[in-house]
């Protein structure tokens, strides 16, 4: 058994096929199918149903895959350490994200690192709030940005920076030339809003809150999912909506919305970063969790609290 023969069974059991897992692989047909009776001969079990002119998993093979996952993954940070060991930081760091403004500042953030230390692979996935947490503790990513603290056994959490929540208007729209409004005029105006698990949407409900107004007492117009689909939408001319300052800039900045300040409100929600806790120091992941405050990033995070 080894890593090849493993990797070759990962791949067939995704793609349900030798040929393509063999230019997936770079290696010839013939080459999968060995690994793949290797494999099978080393643990005595069948791990692929061959019959009917198809391929597919036998019960043996879907009970192992994970293990066998959990083994290649293994090996990876192995490689990783030993590497480390002799001063080359390398590696892989999956980030899950789940603001829109952490979208907007990982990108810039990780260009940096990498610029730093080139070997260091990093990958940004989209996700929702749970999906962080379930992506960290399944280990299918090494650290997460959430919009709150978190005090979950087996995570570690560090304040990452502030993101300063807006209302946006169109151009044209009654309010784009007034200094401010009171609370009280959002109640009839058409508002688009995030869905009920996004943290914009919870800062905003909780800010409404200190005034006595409900998520009942709002005209909520439509609720999309997306930040920039939010902001294209009010720019478009379809109602108002509440959005993280980073997601509008670049509309803000062609003018094709407005900032409008609503009076006694300052909407700042505090953006976390999570990791878990492992028993086996991850080099990369430790330089970049440091790297994140670094002094060279102030300007990213001044962006972020403007």
């Given at each position: 058994?080894?890593?090849?023969?493993?990797?070759?069974?990962?791949?067939?059991?995704?793609?349900?096929?030798?040929?393509?897992?063999?230019?997936?692989?770079?290696?010839?047909?013939?080459?999968?199918?060995?690994?793949?009776?290797?494999?099978?001969?080393?643990?005595?079990?069948?791990?692929?149903?061959?019959?009917?002119?198809?391929l597919r998993?036998?019960?043996?093979?879907?009970?192992?895959?994970?293990?066998?996952?959990?083994?290649?993954?293994?090996c990876g940070k192995l490689e990783d350490l030993a590497k480390s060991l002799d001063g080359e930081v390398t590696g892989q760091i999956r980030i899950a994200c789940t603001t829109a403004a952490g979208k907007y500042l990982l990108p810039q953030l990780a260009a940096r690192f990498r610029s730093r230390h080139p070997h260091v692979q990093i990958r940004i996935?989209?996700?929702?709030?749970?999906?962080?947490?379930?992506?960290?503790?399944?280990?299918?990513?090494?650290?997460?940005?959430?919009?709150?603290?978190m005090d979950e056994i087996g995570l570690q959490c560090q304040y990452f920076f502030s993101d300063h929540i807006i209302l946006i208007v169109s151009a044209n729209h009654p309010w784009a030339g007034k200094q401010y409004i009171e609370p009280a005029d959002l109640l009839e105006a058409p508002l688009l809003m995030r869905e009920p698990t996004s943290g914009t949407r919870r800062a905003l409900l909780a800010e409404l809150a200190a005034y006595d107004i409900s998520p009942d007492d709002l005209n909520i117009f439509l609720e999309v999912g997306n930040a920039e689909a939010i902001v294209a939408s009010v720019g478009a001319g379809v109602g108002v909506s509440f959005?993280?300052?980073m997601a509008a800039a670049y509309a803000l900045a062609f003018e094709c919305v407005v900032e409008v300040p609503v009076l006694g409100f300052d909407l700042r929600r505090k953006i976390c970063m999570v990791r878990r806790v492992i028993p086996v120091?991850?080099?990369?992941?430790?330089?970049?969790?440091?790297?994140?405050?670094?002094p060279i990033n102030n300007d990213l995070y001044r962006l972020a609290s403007l």
């Open positions: 058994m080894d890593i090849d023969r493993l990797n070759a069974f990962l791949d067939a059991a995704q793609t349900l096929s030798f040929s393509e897992t063999a230019k997936r692989l770079h290696v010839t047909q013939p080459t999968v199918s060995k690994y793949i009776r290797d494999l099978e001969q080393a643990l005595s079990i069948r791990l692929f149903d061959r019959s009917g002119g198809g998993l036998t019960d043996a093979g879907q009970t192992i895959l994970p293990w066998a996952r959990q083994l290649v993954r293994e996935l989209s996700c929702t709030q749970e999906g962080a947490i379930d992506r960290l503790l399944g280990e299918e990513a090494e650290l997460g940005v959430v919009s709150h603290e959005v993280s300052r120091s991850n080099r990369a992941q430790d330089i970049f969790w440091g790297f994140i405050h670094d």
